[in-house]
């Protein structure tokens, strides 16, 4: 019995398998013409600064508007970009649709405004990324330190010297460097005063249960005297409500990004959300 339970359970491993490896083989030669197709979006959602209480800068999310499927989110095609390597041209369309998208704004609106771009793990081992990146400030015509790189504590994992080369090189441009999801990975404090950044995004895991859990609140409190120690900005992910707003600001956190201000929007919806901020309804958002 157990033995044709056994060959039962191989088929049904094999079929999965078959299934999983049919799906990803998709996935790859669908993602291989999206861009070429035109199928990637960019997204851009508001950091709130919490001090003065406008719009800071905004965040360029990517999607994938996929003929049958709809809008796809990131998180079911990044890894396999980051894998076949894809994630290089993929990421300069995105840095590219930005830095355009911030000229428009600069001209529409007249703000100060920044733009803050993801750049995968991938990317910082590409030996032309500086290149590239130097190309397209210049063809958008984009203030570099209007300009920030977001990267994850995981593509930092292995800091040698030519990961800090690298961060010095963007920071001499004038661009800044922020650290996203951070408090995921395994940053150490030696590691944060050896490193050239100047922002540590709190990843929103921390910011869920602020209040109702205290041990998170006092990790995210923590961070905030740390990373202001060391001269850094802190800005909160994943800010949903306006009690958690209040809270963080009231234990000196100086940016806040999530949805009680706004989700992730399109061009369009941007537009809107800074004509309408541009007054002093955001105060209505923050106590
Ligand atoms: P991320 O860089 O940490 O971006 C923040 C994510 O949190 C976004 O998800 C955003 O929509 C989501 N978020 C913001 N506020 C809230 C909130 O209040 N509640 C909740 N539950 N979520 C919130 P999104 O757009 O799905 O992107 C997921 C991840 O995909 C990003 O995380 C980033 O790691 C990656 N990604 C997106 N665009 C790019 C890109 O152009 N290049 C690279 N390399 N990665 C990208
Ligand atoms: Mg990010
Ligand atoms: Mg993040
Ligand atoms: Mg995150």
Known sequence: KARSNGIAGYYIFQRSLHDFAFKRLRLENDLRLALVR????????????????????????????????????????????EETGSIVPVGMFVLHQACAQLQEWQKTFNSEL???????????????????????????????????????????????????????ALRDRGIRISIDDFGTGYSSLAYLQKLPVDTLKIDRVFVKDIQANGENAEIVQAVIQLGKALGKDIIAEGCETNAQ?????????????GYHFAEPMDVAHVGKFITKFMGSDLEAMIN
């Open 38 to 81: 035109g199928e990637f979006v960019v997204f851009y959602q508001p950091i709130i600064n919490l001090s003065n209480r406008k719009i800071d800068s905004f965040e360029a999310l990517i999607r994938w508007q996929h003929p049958q499927r709809g809008l796809v989110s990131p998180i079911e095609f990044i890894p396999c970009l």
């Open 114 to 168: 920044s733009i803050s771009v993801n750049l995968a793990a991938r990317q910082m081992v590409y030996p032309k990324l500086l290149a590239d990146i130097d190309f397209i400030l210049k063809e958008t015509n984009c203030n570099p330190e209007r300009l920030k790189l977001e990267v994850t504590e995981s593509g930092l994992l292995e800091v040698g010297q030519q990961t800090i080369d690298l961060l010095q």
């Open 245 to 257: 707003v209040t809270f963080l600001k009231g234990i000196g956190c100086d940016f806040a990004q």
